[in-house]
Each structure stands twice: as structure tokens, then as C-alpha cells.
């Protein structure tokens, strides 16, 4: 979720502009606490009622967009309450439960989002503290994407990032960082394999002639624009250089904790390291000792 938050002056402004799209048609109202939500004139004097018990305070109003991601929509169509159980944990969150406040959730862009339009001026006359409002509302949300499921913040930013990038680019952006997550949480190749699964990925070992590991390609199925199946693949060193086989079998033995040497390469095979690294094939290994990189994945 994006949440963005202004500290303003003035009520009428602000809610004339939530009302306007729930008087078009556009906007519904969620829930409100202590004002009259049926009528724009009567919701701003509520509003201006109350801040008038603290009149040295005077940038009253706190308005609040906070916007899901479009991966989100499928969940809140399926669950029709969610809206309000995230405003509700954001107003208690942000201390803004015990004051007025009302949500309107707009209806005009392609994504879901919602208003808040609260008093500063709490019921019991006190200021709500708008310090490091930014830094709280960020971390607030963060929990409310994890507590409800939702779309994390950064995968919103790693797309929209790459939403201006041809599709075969950005199916490999999305690859590589899979891979990366998957070999980061694993201690041995059989883990790997699975959480590789879970994306829809599986990583092929390529072997030459004779029958030994030069590399590794890790492939998926998509489906086109037209619904079409297709099947992608990448080799590991052109996803990114620490995902080539000899890195990636380092990176497991690292991520297991045991503390043991590589075994010395030949001058050969540290020529031809960029490119194959010896190794066993499947069918052999049963008389294969397993140690250093010469494990299977």
C-alpha cells in the first residue's frame, strides 16, 4: 500500500472533495466516528465544532490517501470488509481512533484507495501529534501489508520500475530476483529446488559430451497476451554473476554454516571457470565423495 498524509487549515475544502465523488457516484462512505456522513455542510461544522475546543491549534485537519496495489484487487472484491479492517487498524495505529474521522473509499482510477479525514483536536480536547508522521504511517503500513496478506511495499516499487521495460526484460528482473530470494533461504540443493518451485521455477543442469556440469539454466512457463503457454529460460550467469553453478553451490555450502575449503582447481579448470565447471553427472555420483563444490544441488 502508498499512503500519503497533508496536515491542512481547513475542513471544507477537504471534505468537498471526498464528497463530491460519493455525490457522483464515485465514493461510498466506509464508516465515520462523530460526524454526520449523509451531509457535506453538516460533516464540516462537526468537524469545525470540535477544533474549536483547542483554537491554538491551527492546522486541524489530517487527510490521509492510502492506496493498494493492483494485485490486491482479486482480495478485496473476495472480501468486501477489508477496506475497513485497514482504515480501522491505521486510525488506531496512528492514534486517531479517539477523535473524528471519516473514510470514504473513491471508486474513479483503476486501483482501489481510500480517504481518511480526521480532527486533530481529539474528543477530550487534546492535540493528536502529527511528529514524524511520514516515518510512522511507513512502518504502520508495512504491518497492515503483513497482517492482512497484502502486496509488500517493495514489490510495488521493483515494479513500477520495471514497468516501462520490454516484457522479455522484465522476465528476467523478476527471475533473477527469485532466484536470488530462493538461494538466500537455502542450505542444500534439494531446498533450493523447492523453493525455486513455489515460483514456478525449475533449474536444469546442463551437461557437455562427456557428461559433466558445465552450468545451469533455470526456466519457467508464462503465458503470453493471448493465454498462450511459453517457456522462458535464462542461464544462471546471465540472470546475475552469483547465480552461475559454482556460485550458487558456494552460496549453499555458506548458508549451511559448515566451514570447509574448496578443493584446489587445476590450472585448467580455473581457466575455464566462467564457463564449466567440471563435475560429475547424476548417474555417476553414487561413487562421487561429497565434498566442497562437487555436491549436487
Known amino acids: 500500500m502508498i499512503g500519503k498524509t497533508t496536515i491542512g487549515r481547513t475542513f471544507k475544502g477537504c471534505c ?7 455525490e457522483q457516484g464515485k465514493g461510498e462512505i466506509v464508516f465515520s466516528q462523530g460526524v ?15 477544533s474549536q475546543m483547542n483554537p491554538e491549534l491551527s492546522r486541524s485537519v489530517w487527510h490521509t490517501a492510502i492506496s493498494f496495489d493492483p494485485q490486491d484487487e482479486a482480495r478485496l472484491k473476495a472480501n468486501p470488509g477489508l477496506v475497513e479492517s485497514v482504515a480501522r487498524d491505521y486510525l488506531a495505529g496512528m492514534g486517531l481512533d479517539q477523535t473524528q474521522h471519516v473514510v470514504i ?16 483536536v481529539a474528543n477530550d480536547g487534546q492535540t493528536i501529534s502529527d511528529s514524524h508522521n511520514y516515518k510512522r504511517s511507513q512502518k504502520l503500513l508495512r504491518e497492515i501489508e503483513q497482517r492482512h496478506e497484502l502486496t509488500p511495499m517493495q514489490e510495488q516499487r521493483q ?8 516484457e522479455g526484460d522484465r522476465q528476467r528482473i523478476e527471475m533473477r530476483d527469485q532466484v536470488r ?40 512457463t508464462i503465458q503470453d497476451e493471448q493465454g498462450n503457454e511459453k517457456q522462458i529460460a535464462f542461464k544462471g550467469s546471465k540472470l546475475h554473476q552469483s547465480l552461475s553453478i559454482i556460485k550458487v553451490k558456494e552460496q549453499l555450502i555458506k548458508n549451511s554454516g559448515i566451514s570447509q575449503r574448496l578443493p ?18 547424476p548417474e555417476n555420483e553414487e561413487n562421487t565423495p561429497k565434498k566442497g563444490y562437487r555436491r549436487r544441488m
Open 16 to 22: 468537498a472533495y471526498n464528497m463530491e465523488k460519493v
Open 105 to 120: 473509499r473513491h471508486q474513479d482510477t483503476e486501483h482501489s484507495h481510500f480517504h481518511i479525514i480526521a480532527n486533530r
Open 181 to 220: 530470494q530462493a538461494l538466500s533461504e537455502s542450505t542444500q540443493g534439494v531446498t533450493f529446488r523447492e523453493k525455486l518451485g513455489s515460483h514456478g521455477i525449475k533449474a536444469i543442469i546442463n551437461h557437455d559430451k562427456d557428461g559433466f556440469a558445465r552450468g545451469v539454466t533455470f526456466e519457467r
Open 36 to 50: 454526520r456522513d449523509y451531509n457535506q455542510r453538516g460533516m464540516v461544522a462537526d468537524f469545525v465544532r470540535q
Open 264 to 281: 584446489p582447481m587445476s590450472p585448467d579448470m580455473k581457466n575455464a571457470q566462467r564457463h564449466a565447471i567440471k563435475e560429475k553427472a
Open 159 to 166: 515494479r513500477t520500475k520495471t514497468e516501462h521495460l520490454p
